[in-house]
C-alpha cells in the first residue's frame, strides 16, 4: 500500500521567506506525485505533478517540486513567500495499479506573518 | 460549467437520516472520484467511476455508503442512516485521462454536519 507523509502540519514563514514544504511517499513502483493547494472554504487546486519526465517540477504561483528518487521525497518550495500563499498544502501520490486514486498526505496548514 | 460542481454546498441532518450529495463533473471527463476530508482521517478516498466499468468501491467505510453514476455524468453519493462520525467534507473530482498521471480535477465540496 501506498502512503505519503508530510512533515509538519504547520508551517509559519514570514512574508518574502522561502517556504518549504515536506513530503515523503512510499511506493513499490516509480509514482506519480502531486502537490495540490486548498484555500478556505474551496476544493483542491492542483499546483504541479511529477509523470518522471524531469525531477524538478515547476507550478504555478511560483512553486518548485525536487522529486528524490534516493529519498523518496517530493518536497515543495517557493523562493519567496506571499501573504496569498496562505493555505493548506497536499502532497499526494497516485496508484498505478488501481487506476488514478489518490493517496494523500496529512496536509501542511502555512500561515505567513507580515 | 466550466469545473466541478457539488451540491449542496452546506448540509446539515439529523443522525438516522439519509442524505444524497450530487456532483456534476467536467464536460466530457471519463473519471469521476469521491473523497472524504475529515479532521480525523485527513483525505481519503471513498469510490472511483471510470466509463462504463464497475466502479472501484474499495475506500467506502461501511455499506452504508453508495455511489451511483447515471449516463456517465452526474454521480451521487448516498449515505444511508447517517451517523456522528460521517460529518466531514464530501469532494468530488473528475478527470479526463484514464493513466496515473491524470489530473484531478476537484469540486469545492459538501460540508455535511450530522447532529
Known amino acids: 500500500a501506498q502512503s505519503v507523509t508530510q512533515l509538519g502540519s504547520h508551517v509559519s514563514v514570514s512574508e518574502g521567506a522561502l517556504v518549504l514544504l515536506r513530503c515523503n511517499y512510499s511506493?513499490?513502483?516509480?509514482?506519480?506525485l502531486f502537490w495540490y493547494v486548498q484555500y478556505p472554504n474551496q476544493g483542491l487546486q492542483l499546483l504541479l505533478k511529477y509523470t518522471s519526465a524531469a525531477t524538478l517540477v515547476k507550478g504555478i504561483n511560483g512553486f518548485e517540486a525536487e522529486f528524490k528518487k534516493s529519498e523518496t521525497s517530493f518536497h515543495l518550495t517557493k523562493p519567496s513567500a506571499h501573504m496569498s500563499d496562505a493555505a493548506e498544502y497536499f502532497c499526494a501520490v497516485s496508484d498505478r495499479a488501481a487506476g488514478n486514486k489518490l493517496t494523500f498526505g496529512g496536509g501542511t496548514r502555512v500561515l505567513v506573518k507580515p | 460549467g466550466a469545473g466541478v460542481s457539488q451540491s449542496p454546498s452546506n448540509k446539515v441532518t439529523e443522525k438516522g437520516k439519509d442524505v444524497e450529495l450530487r456532483c456534476d463533473p467536467i464536460?466530457?471527463?471519463?473519471?469521476l472520484y469521491w473523497y472524504r476530508q475529515s479532521l480525523g482521517q485527513g483525505l481519503e478516498f471513498l469510490i472511483y467511476f471510470q466509463g462504463n466499468s464497475a466502479p472501484d468501491k474499495s475506500g467506502l467505510p461501511s455499506d452504508r455508503f453508495s455511489a451511483e453514476r447515471t449516463g456517465g455524468s452526474v454521480s451521487t453519493l448516498t449515505i444511508q442512516r447517517t451517523q456522528q462520525e460521517d460529518s466531514a467534507v464530501y469532494l468530488c473530482a473528475s478527470s479526463a485521462g484514464t493513466g496515473a498521471s491524470g489530473i484531478q480535477y476537484f469540486g469545492a465540496g459538501t460540508r455535511l454536519s450530522v447532529l
Open positions: 464536460s466530457g471527463h471519463t473519471a
Open positions: 511506493s513499490s513502483v516509480p509514482p506519480y
